[in-house]
């Protein structure tokens, strides 16, 4: 079992920066590849960013390419997402997840582990 807490989210004006971070209880975190989706009302649920075990590859959805960054400090079992510029469209429910895949992984159907979401809001 793998228990995955966000934190960070909060209502930000446009072009404004947030940090989310997501705090993992697993023996073995470095074993798994992680990421971060977003949902939006009335959307589905989509893939934001995602990296490696390792953290040495990392992915990004297009809408974020540029803007967001993800880590992972393996050795304090979190992972990160750095928002920078941030517009009103990046206004979701932010999940961090887990996934034993190997690689990076973009469809949420590859991830096993879910943390229940923060939200964030940008206004303009």
């Known amino acids: 079992q793998v228990q995955l807490v966000e934190s960070g989210g909060g209502l930000v004006q446009a072009g404004d920066s947030l940090r989310l971070s997501c705090v993992a209880s697993a023996r073995t975190f470095s074993s798994y590849a992680m990421g971060w989706f977003r949902q939006a009302p009335g959307k589905e649920r989509e893939f934001v960013a995602g990296?490696?075990?390792?953290?040495?590859?990392?992915s990004y959805a297009d809408s974020v390419k540029g803007r967001f960054t993800i880590s992972r400090d393996n050795a304090k079992n979190t992972v990160s997402l750095q928002m920078n510029s941030l517009k009103p469209e990046d206004t979701a429910v932010y999940y961090c997840a887990a996934t034993s895949t190997y690689g990076v992984a973009r469809s949420a159907r590859n991830y096993d582990y879910w943390g229940q979401g923060t939200q964030v809001t940008v206004s303009s």
């Open positions: 990296l490696t075990r390792s953290g040495s590859t990392t």
